[in-house]
């Protein structure tokens, strides 16, 4: 969220240029620091840091507060308090301070309050890692099986697939998945850029989903029109990053769903006739290859589908011989396979490595074994990290 303009940031940043130190004093349910303000240069602890708060806090002691407080209305205690004030050294000492309410959206001086507007409000630091925290990132693992619950309700729901050839896959039994979406909403939650940190109160109603892993919960609200935040497990308030942006506008089950859904179920169905199971493959276009190739992987990995369905996803893949496409063919090597299979996927792969081996059907367990080893060395070498 991009909350003023180089020209108001530059004017609020100019405001904290004195001859002497303005000291800040920070007062929260969660921590008790100060800031110093020289030259413009803030620091804590003797340390630089952050100076992008006061684009905040500035507002809030050039505001007039006229109007007087209801004491009546409001909490016992505030839920932040600034009290800033110049060095004994300033022309002018002074000792100001600023109430902050967040629920009731006010601001006061003690005997005077003021309504605030705008979400920047909940931007105010309520820690020091608002100032000391530059540059952070953050990373949420999912272990073993993640959920996604929105109103109470369970959305989707993952487990790791433990199969080898399909290593690091997400897998659910619900409906076939949007796979290039599963892809980036995992990648999403690792080495998350931290963009600002918020008070709760600046979550957007009706938005709040729920990820929820083995060990931990993790709570997802919006706080702007396309920007997400989450509040970590035992911290109070929340963080927001731009890399939450493939959430979207609301969480809902239709980006998890592939959009060839119809089809997959058809191709994944052992009821159906081999026939029929192809004619579905054959109705998928080329561009649509990336989203799918988890699925075929699973179906080309299991000696128990049938040969025919089988070898036309080996011409599927053939049709575009990417490193990709080619790491699912060598994942179906297996000295357990029919060699005529073998030969077929061989004869292929040798499209992107041309001196590779073949397998012929007539080759005996043990050339099988050392041709398939060669492959796997192969793509080894090539260090194909890609995801299928």
């Known amino acids: 969220m991009n909350y003023c303009s180089a020209l108001l940031c530059s004017f609020i940043l100019a405001t904290t240029v004195t001859a002497h130190a303005i000291q800040y004093d ?54 932040l308090t600034i009290i800033r004030k110049a060095d004994k050294n300033a022309a ?30 909940y931007l105010l630091p309520l820690h020091r890692k608002w100032f000391t925290n530059l540059h952070e990132t953050k990373s949420i693992h999912l272990g073993g099986s993640f959920a996604i619950l929105v109103h109470g309700r369970t959305l989707v729901a993952f487990t790791k697939d433990t199969n080898a050839h399909t290593a690091n896959h997400w897998q659910t039994k619900k409906f076939t998945p949007n796979w290039s979406y599963v892809a980036n909403f995992v990648s999403a939650l690792h080495d998350f850029t931290v963009d600002f940190r918020a008070h709760p109160a600046a979550a957007l109603p009706k938005t709040k989903f729920i990820l929820k892993t083995a060990q931990q919960r993790y709570v997802f609200e919006k706080v702007g029109t396309t920007t997400w935040a989450v509040r970590m497990p035992g911290s109070s308030w929340l963080i927001a990053s731009g890399d939450f942006g493939i959430f979207g506008k609301k969480m809902n089950l239709s980006k998890w769903v592939s959009p060839y859904e119809s089809s997959l179920r058809i191709i994944q169905d052992d009821r159906a006739s081999t026939v029929t199971r192809i004619a579905a493959l054959k109705s998928l276009t080329e561009d649509t290859l990336a989203s799918i190739r988890p699925t075929l992987a699973q179906i080309l990995s299991r000696t128990s589908q049938p040969l025919e369905l089988r070898e036309e996803i080996v011409q599927r893949l053939r049709e575009s011989p990417s490193m990709a496409n080619m790491q699912v063919l060598i994942h179906a090597l297996s000295a357990s396979e029919k060699p005529q299979f073998l030969n077929v996927v061989t004869e292929t792969l040798r499209i992107r490595n041309p001196h590779g081996p073949v397998i012929e059907p007539d080759d005996d367990a043990s050339a099988i074994r050392a041709k398939i080893a060669e492959w796997r060395k192969w793509v080894n070498a090539s260090k194909v990290r890609t995801r299928l």
């Open 26 to 79: 920070f007062l929260s349910h969660y921590d008790h620091f100060a800031v110093d303000v020289t030259h413009g240069r803030a620091t804590f602890n003797g340390q630089h840091v952050s100076g992008k708060p006061f684009i905040y806090i500035e507002p809030l002691f050039r505001a007039e507060l006229e109007a007087n407080c209801d004491k009546t209305k409001l909490p016992a205690q505030p839920d």
């Open 92 to 121: 002018i000492p002074f000792d100001t301070r600023r109430l902050v309410y967040f629920d009731k959206r006010l601001i006061s001086d003690g005997q005077h309050c003021a309504t605030v507007t705008g979400q920047e409000f």
